[in-house]
């Protein structure tokens, strides 16, 4: 699940600048199009620094130019908020722009993801194939809950559909959890994708160890924005959705590879 922001920040912090219901002085003229933000050549280091003073230890992955005048766009914790340029006040929720019907946010996050997911070899993922895959995508996996279990149950429809599949670890139940122990031993396993199948299924997975990536993909997953599992991600960043049928999922990765709105993501999250 993921951290509340809030908390990330710290009890006494810059969130003070967000709450629900501001004063009238600090409103802002409506409907600015999201082409008038104007370059500020500091603006990223006060950020930061901004950010690092009320903690310290936070993950800033990403500092840039909002589409709003005089804010700055972080990617923090697998989240886009919007800082002023001068470090002074923070806005979280999402950036819409109501014209295009466009969450410019998630634009933003798309990127991180892509770069993000780029850090994980091949190697440290459990991927199924068909022979010429005309799609891939990666799906964070935990192997209790139900909807990843529905997904990985149709994994051969998704390989004739033309989509290769390769899992990340995401344990649900956190770091050193039963749940976390069993997906170390599915990945240390002499054949991790049988032992992945039986783990979903309720087959009994021999306890390994070994030296694994569960849990530097748990916390890749928070940092990419995860708040259930699966959640499908296309090569691009895109966040496709929780479960999604394999002829639909498709459909949506042909629409995106003409060129067409990229779709919202889907719900179909955690237990059934």
Known sequence: MKRSLLVLLGAVSLSACAQSSPPATAARPAAAPATTAVADAGAEARVRAALHAVNPTIDIDQVGPAPIEGFQEAIVAGQPIYVSNDGRYLMQ???????????????SMAKVRARLLKSIPVSDRIVF???NPKYTVTVFTDVECGYCRKLHSQIADYNRQGIEVQYMAYPRMGLGSDDFRKMVSVW?????????TDAKNDRPVPARDCKNPVTMEYKLGQRVGLTGTPMILASDGTQLGGYIPPEQLRAELDKMAAGGA???????????
């Open 93 to 107: 929720g999402s950036l819409y722009d109501i014209a295009n019907r466009t969450n410019l946010g998630e634009a």
């Open 129 to 131: 194939a068909p022979a």
């Open 188 to 196: 240390c396993a002499q054949d991790p994708r049988k032992a992945l």
């Open 262 to 272: 990229k779709p919202a993501p889907s719900t179909a999250t955690g237990s059934m």
